[in-house]
């Protein structure tokens, strides 16, 4: 069964702080990994996009890759309330000659003021 | 504000209805993609839509009747749908369609949400 694994929190951070979030994905072989966002009773909002292994930034945005941990997190710096959502990690992984997004169970991120 | 469209918002139907989720895009994207996401869940995939023919179906019920007319729009065909099926219904776009390792980014619209009575 290939699996995105993530805690499903809520991860509780004081505003101003580094929210730290994580995943772990089950497929070696998968190439794609996302960060989304989803308000309570909203869509997903795709916040980063990362391919190779590393750190990748978007403004108060990082995204970091280990594919030999099969391990991708996302550090979102000076944490605002605002930033108060369920953040879902999304890993392609291929199925009997496709690929689709696998998504994890999503991790909640409180921010307090 | 979002680049993919779904109408209606918000939808209520008994389970003898018939109704249709409707969905657009104009970003020029070749993959168009319906999830159903229940609360405090992922959104789960239920078809894929590659150069407007169906290339995945993830063995959704035949109640549900995806229709791409055009490389824009793209339709969910409802009829005698259960109470389980109510939840938010998603619409998402890509610019290419699902490689077999890699994947363009997918971008979600802000849904349908429908409650079967």
């Known amino acids: 069964q290939k699996e995105v694994e993530q805690n499903s929190g809520p991860l509780s951070v004081p505003e101003g702080a580094i929210a730290s979030l994580n995943c772990t994905y089950s497929?070696?072989?998968?190439?794609?990994f996302f960060w989304y966002r989803q308000y309570s009773g909203k869509s997903p909002e795709l916040i980063m996009s990362?391919?190779?292994?590393g750190d990748k930034e978007d403004g108060r945005f990082t995204a970091q890759l280990n594919k030999a941990s099969q391990y991708v997190s996302l550090l979102i710096r000076d944490s605002q309330p605002s930033d108060s959502a369920t953040y879902l990690c999304?890993?392609?992984?291929?199925?009997?000659?496709?690929?689709?997004?696998?998504f994890g169970k999503g991790t909640m991120l409180l921010v307090s003021p | 504000d979002t680049e993919v469209t779904q109408t209606p918002k918000h939808l209520v139907m008994g389970m003898t209805n018939k109704k249709s989720l409707k969905c657009e895009q104009h970003?020029?994207?070749?993959?168009m993609y319906w999830y159903k996401q229940k609360a405090k869940k992922p959104p789960e995939l239920m078809f894929v839509y590659s150069y407007e023919k169906l290339s995945i179906n993830e063995s959704v019920p035949s109640r549900f009747s995806p229709e791409c007319p055009n490389s824009s729009l793209l339709n969910l065909h409802l009829h005698a749908l259960q109470p389980e099926d109510s939840a938010l219904y998603l619409c998402?776009?890509?610019?290419?369609?699902?490689?077999?390792?890699?994947?363009?980014?997918?971008?979600f619209g802000d849904g349908t949400r429908l409650s079967i009575l």
């Open positions: 999304a890993v392609n992984m291929a199925n009997s000659g496709y690929s689709t997004l696998t």
């Open positions: 998402a776009s890509s610019q290419s369609p699902p490689g077999l390792y890699s994947n363009q980014p997918q971008h």
């Open positions: 970003m020029g994207h070749r993959a």
């Open positions: 990362i391919y190779s292994n």
């Open positions: 497929d070696r072989v998968s190439q794609s």
